[in-house]
């Protein structure tokens, strides 16, 4: 670890009122008017097709901001690779930011990116900074990711470094505000390897993130929750978030918002069955008061979406959002209008009280958020279902019980055996894997009369592998 | 997953009975849901098995190679990638002069387009796979025939330990 003073005590910067361009202020603008902001996963190797892309995004009947994800060597830091595929004309899974033309970059932007369209940058890197240099230079200030979150699930670079070179990140990024830009930073802990993690480990490492990108000085952060497999578990990790965000981080120099996920794992196959499940991820954001929403497409299951066909996903979401506050306000009910409101869910929730315990037993561990998240995955106390990288102690196991909620099958040294008592959980099937993991898929393809998206349809997961 | 690997008991020097299975995926490629998947159902047919994790470099993949000498090599890769990146891996393995030719398989979302290209899969077959699955809904049974279709293992080269010997992480192994 880099040591850096700053992630022992939060910086007490005087409070400062939000600037009102940025990120976040467009966020803060369209929860104002009672607007959901609804964004992509937008990424393409040419700087037209990107630009295309994100021209309509800005254009579909929605308040929406853009995203430029990144391809996966960028990710990887393969700078040769990415230059490679776009020389030879190869596809990519997303735009190279780091290896693109600085004037084809500022082309792809320009007269686009601006404070009534903000764009974000996505990636999945553990090793971001070059990735951080070049969104600063293409003069960019938002961007996402955690040195928990883009190291566990992608790759093979050792937790300790993922966590220096995040703090390195967010020490590119947080000075930008002396120019009177505000960065930026969103957690991805909120997602971590997609599915079958239970939600409380999600929103602590949710909250663990915005932490300590906020104790290196980043004071713009949203924290990230992905929609699982359980509607009603859903909106209590969703107020969980909330509740941990306003107790944890600084009151009075920090601005944060909340931005859900429509479902990371395996998607449904049918174009209604994909629709209903971003219908229900609409419908968990405006509940629950969240500010944001990052849409997945009815191809998902199968391939990188069209640029018709985001735009599609982003209008229906917004319609959906619409309605469901519409429907919601008409009975009555309490839809969560501001941050501050009081969350429409039982605040002690089990999805609170594990959330809670888990980031207390973090807290603990080390004043350095750095060396607490490092140390917490050495002796267990996180500890990720079915991940595989070596700094992840993988003793821990979930199982979806029969009203479709994640629950713990082995704690490993999860510090919650005073509120969940794990049933011993014999070893998975290659089977009951698939089983588990197209539980989603199965539910909303047979909610959908239609045929699979887009004609000849393979079920990624099914019961039994064929 | 280190909770369903093959374990061998300490001191004993595993009879390689079938077919030694190593399984990885491309440089680029951070998916392991398909990674853990494939593991146990190989695992389930009775192959011993030693997974690489993910965004395995060549190098990395060449030296697990020398060390574990498997009998098939079954690469999986879905981000989109899997052409280009196992066609270089591919290449780069045929080419080790120390690493005599064994059986190599691939199959995935091998492109960011869901169409299969019989041209590209032609091309891996002729840099060194000996077969590729596209996705579909025959994938996984075709890959149980052709599972069941591999030489019995010479035998010669007994791994010492299957288990993580090669780090996930690039650290030095345990
Ligand atoms: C979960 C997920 C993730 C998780 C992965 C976590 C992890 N560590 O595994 C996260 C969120 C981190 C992630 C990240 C990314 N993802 Co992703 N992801 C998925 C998702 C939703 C589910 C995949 C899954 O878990 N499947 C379950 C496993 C068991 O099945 P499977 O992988 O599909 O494999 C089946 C078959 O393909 C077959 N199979 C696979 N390999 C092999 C090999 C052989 C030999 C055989 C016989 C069969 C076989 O067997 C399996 C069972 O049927 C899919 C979309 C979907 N399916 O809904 C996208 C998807 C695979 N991801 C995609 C992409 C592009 C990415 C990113 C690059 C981000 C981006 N640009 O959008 C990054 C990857 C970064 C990198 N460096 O690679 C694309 C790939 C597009 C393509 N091929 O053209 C998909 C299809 C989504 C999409 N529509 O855009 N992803």
Redesign the interface.
Known sequence: MTSAPALVGAPAAPAARPPEAGFAAFVRRARARGELVVQPRMGFGSPALMRAGLRATRDAEATTVGTLTLDSYTRVGDLAAARGAAADGSDLNGYPLVTAAAHDTRWMLGGLAGPDFPVQVRHGSAVPQDIFRALVRAGLDATEGGPVSYCLPYGRVPLSTSLSNWTDSCLILAPLREQGREPHLETFGGCMLGQLCPPSQLVAISVLEALFFTRLGVRSVSASYAQQTSPEQDREAVAALRRLCTELLPRDSVDWHIVIYAYMGVFPGTVGGARALLRSAAELATLTGAERLIVKTVVESRRIPTIAENADALELAARSAENVRGAAKALGARVDDAPTAAPATDADSQVYQEAAALVEAVLNLDADLGRALAHAFRCGYLDIPYCLHPDNAGRARSYLDTAGRLQWAELGSLPLRHLVRARSAAPVTSGELLTALGYVQRTFDSMADDDPAGGSHDATAQGEPR | ????TTETPPGALPERTKPLVLISTV????H??N???LQ??VE?LGHPVV?L????PEELLAQACREHRPDLLVMSSV???G???GLSAIRHLRAQPDLDPFPAAIGG?L????SDDPERVRELVEAGFDAVFM???????TF?RFLASVERPTGVHPPQHRQ?TV?????AAP
Do not use: I, Y
Not at chain 2, 27 to 30: K, L, N, Q, T
Not at chain 2, 111 to 114: A, F, L, V
């Open positions: 997953m280190r909770g369903v440089a680029s490629d951070a392991t849901w990674l853990v998947f146990l159902l389930e997974n994790g993910p965004c395995v981000n989109g990638h052409f280009r990146d979302k492109s960011t387009s869901d996705d579909g809904s025959a994938a996984v049974s149980r993580w780090p996930l992480s690039g650290k």
